[in-house]
DNA sequence: ACGATTTGACCTGA
DNA sequence: TCAGGTCAAATCGT
């Protein structure tokens, strides 16, 4: 166990000192590349090593605290688009090599990662992880809205009997980390249009459409139950398909906005476009710059968001620290970073975590929970 | 002021 | 008729 606790602490001595040392690698992206290869390498032998009987043996306090941390990490590698669409974007850029592009030479080493961790195999392009991590789960037989299965994420299709729209049930777990009362980050914002009860069904059904719906016409749909029987998983239905972030639909003159905005909008855009969207904007990811990319204020938080639109606000939330509570089931809300300092590496690491801290990030808040618990682990550290 | 969320009312299909 | 899905006014948060 005792290897397993360095590991972690390793990993995340590793991340501060990136972190640390960011400001003289902004434009050294395969060094920054190749230590954030080298963390998510040792936070994997870390979840491993979690993972075994091992853990049985551990007093409760420490149990958690790791089970935290496992929790993270596997999130971080589960939905693993940033650093992997960071690749691509490198890529587009011409940061790497080309021969990065036919090998994966560094980025493949992410992705294969990410592919072991999800128990597959093969290599993805052009989708969000996530949605790959449940694409190569095998479907699952339909069931009861309130029963069946407790895969930890099952996916099915059918046709729906309104109009032949398909609709895509999938299971995730709540977050173990963070908000656990909303399910995890699925790359795209939403705006909550309802709630109701459903019958024989202890808790309701949430209903979402996409945020971009009036501007783009996008007629995505999601529907986010728990489940009755197991109120870690929340059952959401899929339907629809977004077409906010195809450029043939999305309008070619954007709202106007404030001029001090349109600059950050404009590289926001670039970016979520490059960065998140199944059908990346190729003009986008040509015309950024490695730099722009990096230092884009609230990188990661828009990244996971998916906030392309040019709304007044980061529709934006990680999984925790929402000013508005809602539902048992409420989706997204609103999260606003105004913070005035670039911290890529930690905004990333935000995103990663998937934990929803708003203010601080979530290394700081896994850092300073083990400055806490674990004193002697702070020891370690230095 | 503006956008998101809440929630009761209304609509629709089985 | 009823349950599920959506609308829209009220409310909230920034």
Redesign the pocket.
């Known amino acids: 166990m005792d290897e397993t606790i360095d590991l972690i602490l390793q990993g995340c001595q590793m991340a501060k000192s990136l972190e640390g040392s960011l400001p003289n690698m902004t434009n050294q992206p395969e060094s920054l590349i190749s230590s954030c290869d080298e963390i998510i390498r040792v936070f994997s032998r870390a979840k491993e090593s979690v993972s075994k009987a091992q853990l049985a043996v551990l007093p409760e306090s420490h149990k958690s605290q790791l089970l935290g941390i496992s929790s993270g990490v596997q999130e971080w590698l589960r939905d693993s688009s940033i650093p992997t669409r960071a690749m691509d974007l490198l890529r587009e850029q011409q940061f790497l090599p080309d021969d990065t592009k036919s090998k994966g030479v560094i980025g493949g080493g992410l992705d294969e990662m990410v592919v072991g961790q999800m128990g597959g195999g093969g290599r993805f392009c052009g989708r969000h992880s996530l949605e790959r991590a449940r694409e190569i789960e095998p479907p699952a037989v339909e069931a009861a809205?309130s029963g069946g299965s407790r895969a930890s994420a099952s996916q099915r299709q059918r046709k729906?009997?309104?109009?032949g729209v398909e609709r895509r049930v999938e299971r995730v777990p709540a977050p173990q980390m963070g908000n656990t009362e909303i399910p995890p980050e699925d790359g795209y914002?939403?705006?909550?249009?309802?709630?109701?009860?459903?019958?024989?069904?202890r808790f309701p059904?949430?209903?979402?459409?996409c945020?971009h719906q009036k501007l783009y016409q996008c007629p995505a749909?999601k529907?986010v139950?728990r489940l009755d029987d197991d109120p870690n998983i929340f059952e959401v239905?899929y339907?629809g398909d977004h077409t906010c972030h195809l450029s043939s639909t999305a309008p070619s003159v954007p709202?106007p906005l404030p001029v001090e905005r349109r600059e950050a909008r404009s590289m926001m855009q670039q970016a979520t476009a490059a960065a998140i969207h199944p059908l990346p904007n190729p003009a986008a990811a040509t015309t950024l710059s490695m730099s722009q990319w990096l230092t884009i204020r609230d990188f990661g938080l828009a990244v996971a968001g998916g906030g392309v639109?040019g709304?007044?606000?980061s529709?934006v939330?990680m999984g925790g620290g929402?000013?508005?509570?809602?539902?048992a089931a409420?989706?997204?809300?609103?999260?606003?970073y105004?913070r005035d300092v670039d911290y890529p590496v930690a905004d990333m690491a935000d995103v990663m975590f998937n934990s929803g801290s708003s203010s601080s990030t979530s290394m700081d808040l896994i850092f300073s929970s083990m400055d806490d618990k674990w004193p002697d682990s702070a020891d370690k550290k230095n």
């Open positions: 809205s729906s009997r309104d109009g914002t939403w705006r909550k249009y309802g709630q109701k009860d459903i019958l024989n069904s059904r949430s209903y979402f459409r945020t749909k529907q139950q239905t339907r709202p639109a709304s007044t606000s529709t939330n929402s000013s508005t509570s809602g539902g409420a989706g997204p809300s609103t999260s606003r105004g």
